[in-house]
């Protein structure tokens, strides 16, 4: 294993560990609230996940959930990312995010774009591991859609 897939794999662990964003929130007067709960029936990751937005900005990103340690690193790593982004500037790393996973292994994450989300670039080498990753991220994408409605 190379240097690079160590540090990715600590970046996981360490989020899996120390989840950002676990515990939903309540949003502050004025916000406007989505919420999305995803379901993964092929291994059984759920995730309830909720953003606060003040006009364009996402305020803050809260979450609860339960499984693997790659679906919730990834529900951190997003958490972490999306919070304090324009809705739009954060759709773009989330397009990002999803190439990443559909490259099947054959691109590096962007880490200027994807910041800690670049490390599941060894992720999308097993298809049946990218819907884990994905969990979050497809939560957030209904939710910002959610708190625009």
């Known amino acids: 294993m190379s240097e690079l897939d160590q540090l990715y794999q600590q970046i996981i662990l360490d989020h899996a560990k120390a989840r950002k964003g676990d515990g939903l929130l309540e949003g502050a007067p004025g916000t406007q609230t989505g919420e999305s709960m995803q379901h993964n029936p092929v291994c059984g990751d ?67 774009i994807l910041e800690d989300a670049a490390a599941f670039a060894g992720v999308s080498k097993f298809p049946a591991r990218v819907k884990c990753a994905m969990l979050a991220w497809v ?7 959610a708190a625009n409605s």
């Open 46 to 112: 759920q995730i309830r996940l909720r953003v606060h937005m003040e006009g364009s900005i996402i305020k803050d990103v809260s979450w609860e959930g339960d499984g693997c340690s790659i679906s919730m690193a990834s529900a951190s790593v997003l958490t972490e990312l999306a919070s304090g982004h324009e809705r739009e500037e954060f759709l773009n790393v989330l397009g990002e995010f999803r190439e990443l996973m559909r490259s099947r292994g054959t691109m590096a994450g962007d880490e200027e």
């Open 139 to 145: 939560a957030a994408e209904a939710a910002l859609l």
